[in-house]
Nanobody, 121 residues
Framework: QVQLVESGGGLVQAGGSLRLSCAAS????????MAWYRQAPGKQRLLVAT???????NYEDSVKDRFTISRDNAKNTVSLQMNSLKPEDTAVYYC???????????????WGQGTQVTVSS
């Protein structure tokens, strides 16, 4: 199994910055695409950004030019640098990863427990 642990959430004023981090641990053979999702109260969980193992990134339109996703393959970590935060960015942010574990031939998808980001106006 793979455990994803997020950190770095908190309360910030509009226009401020936060950096989220996620560390993957467990019997990991390899990690494929890693991603950040967010879920605002009463709304669906939505994709924010993805990064492939080779470093190709993709962003949801509302966060382009404000958020940057990055990963460290040697440390099995993924980060999300969030700048120019807006109140509408308030949500629980979840780390997500595709991974293969020892003893399995299959890629499974894993989720972290989430970290709260609150942006005040």
């Amino acid at each position: 199994q793979v455990q994803l642990v997020e950190s770095g959430g908190g309360l910030v004023q509009a226009g401020g910055s936060l950096r989220l981090s996620c560390a993957a641990s467990g019997s990991i053979v390899s990690i494929g695409t890693m991603a950040w999702y967010r879920q605002a109260p009463g709304k669906q969980r939505l994709l924010v950004a993805t990064v492939t193992k080779g470093g190709i990134t993709n962003y949801e339109d509302s966060v382009k030019d404000r958020f940057t996703i990055s990963r460290d393959n040697a440390k099995n970590t993924v980060s999300l640098q969030m700048n120019s935060l807006k109140p509408e960015d308030t949500a629980v942010y979840y780390c997500n990863a595709d991974a293969i574990v020892y003893g399995s031939r299959w890629t499974n998808n894993y989720w972290g427990q989430g970290t709260q980001v609150t942006v005040s106006s």
